[in-house]
């Protein structure tokens, strides 16, 4: 449970934090710790350099981008959870942030950390996909905007290069549309056994437009596609059917937590229990 040895440099900027990237050993960002500790503990990740970002001034806190919300990579999930913008705006990331691990950890952690970090059973990913978000990444040479849609990969793997940091993350409003975070899991505090986020647009009796995010059913977070097709345009009373489908493409996997099968089953029941609850809102 201790750590290989490693170099530590503080970043004073951002710019500061990507020479560093560029001219120090197999270098890793160091943003609130609470994804990367817990992996040098275990020997899953062996940087040489820790570059340490959580003092750069100026990453961090909501502002309003007019048709978005701009957040910074170091704000906090604490800060998601109780901020006046994300609330009235993004009442689904303030709502999930709330339920991310437990309170020191959402005092720590950063949503910058979250999304670079690429972990499928993780909640922000999931609902930063399911936002269409988007997030902006500074390198050496560049700045540029990444989908949330093409910015997970794979297992723990994101469209990230190794010498790039993410600085902000644009979250669209999510204005007068119904929303719901269902986060199965078995104890509080823990990961999301299987997680369902929607945000659903419906007029009379009639669902125009819903998007379903999945935590922990495969290897990124994924958007339920056969389920958002079906209730695109369905009378509400369709739900049931299509949240039959919200499994479909995934590859959940089995753990100590669940079997796949059972995470499967998950889906399809808490999809529904979401379209339902986002309706109701
Ligand atoms: C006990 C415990 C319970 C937890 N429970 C949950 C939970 O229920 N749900 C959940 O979603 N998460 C949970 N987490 C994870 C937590 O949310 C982390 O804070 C978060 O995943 C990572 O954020 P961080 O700021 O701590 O990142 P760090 O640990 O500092 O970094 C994580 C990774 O991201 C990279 N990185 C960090 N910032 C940037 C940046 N700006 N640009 C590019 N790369 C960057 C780092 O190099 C590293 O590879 C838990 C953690 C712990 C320890």
């Not at 339920?99 to 930063?128: E, F, K, M, N, W």
Request: glycine residues 10%; hydrophobic residues 40%; charged residues 25%.
């Amino acid at each position: 449970m201790i750590p290989a040895a490693f170099d530590y440099e503080v970043a004073e900027s951002v710019e500061h934090a990507i020479e560093l990237l560029g001219s120090t050993e197999d270098p890793k960002l160091l943003a609130g710790g609470h994804s990367l500790l817990p992996f040098m503990k275990f020997r899953l990740a062996r940087p040489a350099t820790l570059i340490d970002i959580g003092r750069i001034s100026g990453l961090s806190g909501v502002s309003d981008g007019g048709e978005h919300l701009a957040i910074g990579a170091l704000t906090r999930h604490h800060d998601l959870n109780h901020d006046p913008l994300v609330k009235e705006h993004c009442p689904l990331l303030a709502y999930a942030a709330g339920l991310v691990g437990d309170s020191q950890v959402r005092h720590r952690g950063t949503i910058g950390g979250s999304l670079a970090h690429g972990d499928s059973a993780a909640d922000l990913p999931t609902i930063a996909l399911t936002l269409d978000a988007e997030i902006v990444v500074r390198g050496p040479d560049r700045e540029r905007t990444i989908a949330a849609t093409d910015f997970f990969r794979g297992f723990y793997e994101t469209a990230l290069e190794p010498n790039e940091a993410i600085v902000e993350v644009r979250v669209p409003k999510t204005g007068a549309a119904g929303w719901s975070y269902i986060k199965f899991r078995r104890r509080a505090l823990d990961w999301a056994t299987v997680g369902i986020a929607t945000v659903v647009e419906a007029g009379n009796g009639t669902i125009e437009s819903a998007r379903i995010g999945l935590t922990n059913m495969g290897q990124t977070p994924l958007r339920a596609a056969a389920t958002e097709q079906a209730l695109a345009g369905a009378a509400r009373d369709r739900v049931a059917e299509a949240t039959a489908r919200a499994d479909e493409g995934t590859e959940p996997p089995s753990d100590v937590s669940a079997s796949s099968d059972f995470r499967r089953h998950l889906c399809r029941v808490l999809t529904a229990r979401a379209v339902e609850e986002a309706l109701s809102r």
